[in-house]
């Protein structure tokens, strides 16, 4: 089969490499100039590369482990404590082992005791996530934890990365977040490690890159899909001139470049919406509006995430999660109190994290405009912060980056099969229960291929009854 795949996030890349080891040539349209997708890296200099967006795994994240080791690279994961924080009543107050939890001052004794016994009951109450499914994470909280662990920490916290949507998601998310990370019992309880790339994700896509070209396909990067359609025996590709990127991510507003590429399958790795628009009127027609219709049902927020080099450390932890509602970004990730400063030739960097709806109007600034409306809020987390300390930043703003999953989001999710053989689709909507993650995007991708090769045999089945 000649197969094109749409993206070269970690789904795209992994897809296109379990297609080429089963001997399928992959040609791979990348509308970045660059690999990664969600998880790409940028050069800030001196030979240094960071995500754009942070990144960081559990020691749950077995897929991706797995996938460095088969590719000879097992060096690459380093392990490292984490240290956590939340931020609300005017302090950081640390999270990081249970000791924090009994001394966590905004919660009463009582309060505190109830929320780690929830989390703890969760934890050991069995890997199904059926019966959270019907009910919001507003109302397990408040019924398990409490009024006041719902007020003064959850709210807030959902509230930070779902917006308005914040009393409508479901339990199952948090059920994914709370159950499949970190455990409050056992070694994991006393010292939380996470995983990070010595030198950061770029060598895992350059290496997947290799094998897919070694497997006799492309991967194109700066060359987007600007239109899906189907040809006599497979599909057409029409490929968008370089540089579309910076017309934004509808493949609408791409200017086609060269004649349409025929394949015998197609795999997309890319958001709903860019998916639907990338279909032509006959391709729509055949995949059927219930499909479509579900994939129009499912909104994204955007993630805003303004990274600043900072010449000096900023605060004491690797991640703070913003529960106070008044400032205006949820979270705080200072990368070298992770990975230490040395590796990045002493340069210190923090990431300032935002989940936001698309019309929000923060998505409109520059970084500078968003330096000077943050600069109050990054004060009340350490009041000696000035703007004189930042030495660089960069802002990057990700449309499709969290999926919203509301009550009953199992019945909307989109099948990896389009309904149109040959034809698949694998994003991150399709990841469920867990939230979304570079570990997932790698099994999807894996899935993604096998599901291809499975409807082809099946068809080629049906067809020759050999
Ligand atoms: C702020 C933030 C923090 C995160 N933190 C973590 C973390 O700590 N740990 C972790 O494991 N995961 C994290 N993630 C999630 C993780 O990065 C994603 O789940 C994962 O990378 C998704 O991979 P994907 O291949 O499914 O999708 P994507 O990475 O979205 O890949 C889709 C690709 O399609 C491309 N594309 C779009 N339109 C076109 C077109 N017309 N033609 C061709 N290509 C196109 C895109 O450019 C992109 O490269 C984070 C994500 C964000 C946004």
Sequence with gaps: MRVAVVGAGVAGLVCAHRLGEAGHACDVYERWPGLGGQAATLDVGGAHLLERYYHHLFTS??????????????????????????????????????????????????????????????????????PFEHMTAREWIRDA?????????????????????????????????????????????????????????????????????????????????ARLSRSAEGFEVLPAAPGSFRRGHDPGAFEAAGEAERYDAVV??????????LLDAELADAIGRPYLERLESIEYHTALCLLLELDRRFGDFYWTNIADPELPFVGLIEHTNFVEPERYAGRRFVYVANYLDPADELLALSADELLERYTPGLRKVNPAFDRSWVRNRWLHREPAAQPIV???????????????????LANTTQIYPEDRGTNYAVRLGGDAARELLARRLNTRWAETGS
């Excluded at 000791?99 to 050991?124: D, K, W």
């Excluded at 934890?145 to 709210?155: E, H, L, P, R, T």
């Excluded at 997309?268 to 628009?277: E, G």
């Excluded at 989001?409 to 034809?423: D, S």
């Design 268 to 277: 997309a790795t890319v958001p709903n919406d860019v998916f639907l628009a």
């Design 61 to 130: 994240d077995r897929d991706i482990t797995e996938l460095y080791d088969e590719l000879g690279m097992p060096d690459e994961l380093e392990w490292r404590p984490s240290s956590v924080a939340f931020f609300l009543e005017g302090r950081s107050w640390p999270f990081t082992t249970p000791m924090h939890l009994l001394r966590f001052g905004p919660l009463s004794p009582l309060a505190r005791i109830r929320m780690g016994l929830a989390v703890l009951r969760l934890q050991r109450g069995g890997r199904d996530v059926r």
């Design 145 to 225: 934890m409490g009024a006041q662990a719902y007020d003064k920490v959850w709210g807030p916290l959902l509230r930070g990365k779902f917006g308005d949507r914040a009393d409508d998601i479901s339990m199952a998310w948090l059920w994914g977040k709370l159950t499949m990370r970190r455990r409050l019992e056992g070694k994991e309880a006393r010292q939380e490690l996470l995983g990070y790339p010595r030198r950061s994700w770029e060598p895992l896509f350059a290496e997947l890159r290799g094998r897919v070209e070694a497997a006799g396909g492309r991967v194109l990067i700066d060359r987007p899909a």
């Design 406 to 424: 509301t009550v009953g989001y199992r019945e909307r999710i989109p099948p990896l099969q389009t309904g149109v053989p040959g034809l698949v």
